[in-house]
T-cell receptor
């Protein structure tokens, strides 16, 4: 299967802990996106990379959030000092250079207790 | 703030019925996508439309992009229980690659 993969699929953490999620995009795709989806809502854009460069960040991405894509392949999203409001599904997507069609991974469900 | 509003929010119908879901905005979009999402999974791409007035068919699903590229509709003919899910429209504007997602339409098709 050469689709977008995300790890872990589920994460339960206590408030104040740090968490890191990984996304592996479709291999020939050079754009990678992170979105957050809360229950009953559509996904909201967080940030995107073209190769290793982070080109756009949403205001939703507070100082506690950081994303990297060090070699232009996989990406990580870290949340420091998690809060209950961070509980959500974190979705990763990738696209080719046209950027028109984004293909999503299965998501990482984060629960902060 | 660009918003994509979908209607209806919820729809429960019997197998075999037809339905239409709408996606509306006051903004002009470069492209518009429709996705279906099942609980606990990521959205799955159904179709992309880029030209005003464009109509695309995918088996029992018909997608239309408005002439002014501000709205879209998804029509399902003879709905089946396997069509159950959350339908999301997503769009991009000129100069950016990020998606703006609609509010979603949760469809339930009863056997």
């Amino acid at each position: 299967d050469t689709g977008v993969s995300q790890d872990p699929r589920h994460k339960i953490t206590k408030r104040g802990q740090n968490v890191t999620f990984r996304c592996d995009p479709i291999s020939e795709h050079n754009r990678l996106y992170w979105y957050r989806q809360t229950l009953g809502q559509g996904p909201e854009f967080l940030t995107y990379f073209q190769n290793e460069a982070q080109l756009e960040k949403s205001r939703l991405l507070s100082d506690r959030f950081s994303a990297e894509r060090p070699k232009g392949s996989f990406s990580t999203l870290e949340i420091q000092r998690t809060e209950q409001g961070d509980s959500a599904m974190y979705l990763c997507a990738s696209s080719g250079l046209s950027g028109i069609e984004q293909y999503f991974g299965p998501g990482t469900r984060l629960t902060v207790t | 703030t660009q918003l994509l509003e979908q209607s209806p929010q919820f729809l429960s119908i019997q197998e075999g019925e037809n339905l239409t879901v709408y996606c509306n905005s006051s903004s002009v979009f470069s492209s518009l996508q429709w996705y279906r999402q099942e609980p606990g999974e990521g959205p799955v791409l159904l179709v992309t439309v880029v030209t005003g007035g464009e109509v695309k068919k995918l088996k029992r699903l018909t997608f239309q992009f408005g002439d002014a590229r501000k709205d879209s509709s998804l029509h399902i003919t003879a709905a089946q229980p396997g069509d159950t899910g959350l339908y999301l429209c997503a769009a991009t504007t000129s100069g950016t690659y990020k998606y703006i997602f609609g509010t979603g339409t949760r469809l339930k098709v009863l056997a």
